[in-house]
């Protein structure tokens, strides 16, 4: 018994001893960033039937809550870093507060007025406001390291179980209005402001700035130095007006105290021809970086963007269409209610998923594909069991839902870990941007692919004797 409480302690203090080198400050606020900035995409798709009414398909939401980010995750990366950190995180705050404002504050739905497209509208901005801030703050993780991505990591899967149950408690248990519950929610980005101008320490970001205007100035003044005209091997030797004014020959003209405005004449002239230089060359110059850019997102296309597309493919198509349709008479289940099946599933997952995205401090995978490949299997097994009935049990299913939030959870925080530790310092912060729109894109097709796959297992399941999923 002794031996086994040595091994305890042991192994308590190994695990305390990760953190030691980690700032809290640093911690709490990249925390606090990963679930503000998902919390309200959290509380958007738990709100769905609150917002188009039983008459309109719920995809409507996760298309509208999904696409604006995913654009904003596509185009973002090549201009963004000319916008300031603290500027963005006004930008967000603005976006997302406004965007949950006018949620909150547009009638409830009422056919052909118009409501539901303003309130679509509201997700619009909310969601642009979720994918420039997922893909500003993975950047910012470069210059705080691999505790502020853990720290992010977790909080976004934090974001899951809260925002769902947060909502659910709130129209549910304390009985509020739909509306006063999303004004409430319309005020959680101000958190964000006190995250980043309080909470998080600048110095890391401000000695980047600062290596970043003297690497420069370091840069213009070698160019500068460079573009600086050759003299000739004699001295005295001066480019005359006919090669600056018409591409002719150089001349030798010796210098001498007659010859000062010629001198003159033909500084004026090189000038002229240095700064028509720079101009015919400027617009292949400012393009360089942004070709530069394009190639360095084709080299992480297969290493990170491709396992964490497929990852996110296959998990959102489990839940947006595959687990609508996984039902099971209630006698066999602990449930009293065919609507309490779907978002039993989402709490399970959304456990699964706050767990694996909070375990790089102590697990970490190098190999992306694999658990990628295994939500796949996860996808086929379930889509199985909708067709054919082979489970016993809701358990088991239970057991199959946590285990696609680990795997989705890990892929995610794994792949920016794995850009953290392979990609190039100069190259980090723009590939960890670049590399999120693979989840929104995954959640993209997937949102296309679950409606019609919830339609055809529905009457599937309905033309053999199962009609559970026509009693939601």
Not at 4 to 10: F, G, H, I, Q
Not at 126 to 143: D, I, M
Request: hydrophobic content about 45%; aromatic content about 12%.
């Amino acid at each position: 018994m002794a031996r086994w409480t040595r091994r305890l302690r042991a192994r308590i203090k190994a695990v305390f001893s990760v953190f030691k080198d980690a700032d809290p400050r640093v911690v709490i606020a990249f925390w606090l960033f990963g679930l503000i900035n998902n919390v309200l995409y959290v509380i958007i798709l738990s709100a769905a039937l609150d917002l188009v009414g039983p008459t309109l398909p719920k995809g409507i939401v996760l298309l509208f809550d999904v696409v604006p980010s995913f654009l904003a995750k596509l185009c973002a990366p090549y201009f963004i870093h000319i916008v300031p950190y603290p500027v963005r995180i006004l930008i967000f705050v603005a976006l997302s507060t406004s965007g949950m404002l006018l949620i909150a504050l547009t009638p409830s739905y009422v056919t052909g007025d118009g409501s539901v497209a303003t309130k679509m509208a509201g997700v619009v901005l909310a969601s642009l406001s979720s994918g420039f801030g997922e893909l500003s703050f993975l950047g910012l993780t470069h210059f705080y390291g691999t505790f502020s991505l853990a720290a992010w990591g977790s909080g976004t899967g934090g974001a899951g179980l809260l925002g769902a149950g947060a909502y659910a408690i709130a129209t549910n248990v304390l009985r509020l209005k739909v509306k006063t519950a999303l004004l409430a929610s319309a005020f959680l980005p101000v958190i964000m402001l006190i995250s980043f101008f309080t909470v998080l320490p600048r110095a890391p970001l401000l000695i980047a700035r600062k290596g970043s205007r003297e690497t420069l100035r370091s840069q213009i003044s070698r160019a500068s130095f460079r573009s600086t005209p050759a003299q000739g091997p004699e001295e005295g030797r001066v480019v005359t007006g006919s090669e600056g004014i018409s591409g002719g020959e150089v001349s030798d003209v010796p210098v001498s105290e007659e010859s000062e405005q010629d001198d003159l004449l033909g500084r004026v002239v090189s000038r002229k021809r240095s700064y028509r230089k720079k101009d015919h060359l400027a617009p292949k110059s400012r393009m360089e970086p942004f070709r530069a850019n394009l190639r360095l997102a084709r080299g992480l296309f297969f290493p990170f963007m491709l396992p964490l597309l497929l990852v996110y493919i296959a998990e959102y198509t489990i839940n947006q269409g595959v687990s609508p349709t996984l039902l099971f008479p209630l006698p066999e289940t602990p449930f009293r209610h065919y609507r309490a099946f779907y978002p039993t599933y989402n709490a399970i997952y959304q456990s699964g998923v706050f767990i694996s995205r909070s375990s790089t401090p102590f697990f970490r995978i190098h190999n992306l594909y694999l658990p990628s490949f295994l939500q796949i299997v996860n996808l086929l097994i379930l889509t199985l069991h909708a067709i054919y009935d082979f489970l016993p049990n809701v358990y088991l299913v239970f057991v199959i839902i946590f285990w696609e939030g680990l795997l989705g959870g890990l892929v995610y925080v794994n792949t920016f870990a794995e850009i953290l530790d392979t990609v190039p310092k100069e190259n980090r912060e723009f590939s960890l941007g670049a590399t999120t729109v693979s989840d929104s894109g995954g959640i993209c097709i997937a949102g296309f692919l679950g409606m019609a796959l919830e339609v055809a297992l529905c009457g599937h399941q309905v033309r053999h004797g199962r009609n559970h999923c026509q009693q939601l």
